[in-house]
């Protein structure tokens, strides 16, 4: 049997398949490990157990590899924040926020690392970029903001928050959990001090800056 038909012995499905997705997973889990300028083709080919050569089969060459590998495991990030997003109507509008809140800190904290490995590459991270803002993409920027943007349209509609720009309180809170997750990663505040943060950014998102004698005169 050939080194590379081993590689994915016993898989179901399509061997050529199996093999592009064997050699998009080693590229992920080399690229936890190490820096991009780090990993050769070699490297690959022997995590992966097959030739150097079977990678161009595949690939137009290494970068090629790695920026697959990079977007996937960026979309693998997006569609958790999506599976947590909590629906109008349910629970509280704070409490939903606090949920989104959290997910989004955890895609932050999973994606920045990503950015990182990327600064000292910047042909590969213009690619990148582009890659996962590209409209034929289910997991771009957008998908990021806009979730929480209509899931407060939603609850408008509901009439369980008043006639706010949802938008720009999609910004607050997309801003706000960015620079907690930054300062976590730098070290500058504990995870459970993070989580603590959310909650407190969900609560006066909620409640408002004023007042609360000069809310019941607004009123």
């Known amino acids: ?31 936890a490990e190490r820096q991009v300028s780090a ?18 089969n595949y690939f137009a060459d290494k970068t090629d590899l790695l920026l697959t590998a990079l977007v996937r495991r960026f979309s693998g990030i997006v569609e958790r924040l999506h599976a947590k997003r909590p629906e109008p109507g349910s629970a509280t509008v704070e409490a939903n926020l606090g949920v989104f809140a959290a997910a989004l800190l955890d895609l932050h ?35 990021i903001r806009d979730p929480l943007v209509e899931y407060l349209a939603g609850e408008q509609k509901l009439g369980r928050i008043g006639p706010v720009d949802v938008e720009a309180a999609a910004d607050l809170v997309v801003g706000a959990v960015a620079t907690v997750a930054l300062t976590g990663l730098l070290g500058a505040v504990t995870p459970a001090g993070a989580r603590k943060r959310l909650s407190a950014i969900a609560a006066t998102l909620v409640t ?7 809310r019941r005169r607004n009123r």
């Open 1 to 31: 049997m050939p080194r590379h038909a081993r590689a994915v012995a016993g898989r179901k499905g399509d061997p050529s398949v199996a093999l592009r997705e064997h050699l998009v997973a080693v590229a992920e889990e080399l690229l």
């Open 39 to 56: 990993i050769t083709i070699r490297d690959i080919a022997g995590a992966a157990d097959v030739s150097d050569g079977v990678l161009y």
């Open 109 to 143: 904290t999973d994606a920045l690392p990503i950015f990182g490995k990327l600064l000292t590459e910047p042909a590969l991270l213009r690619r990148f970029m582009n890659d996962i803002h590209s409209p034929g993409q289910t997991f771009g920027g957008k998908q």
């Open 208 to 214: 408002g800056l004023e007042p609360a004698t000069s």
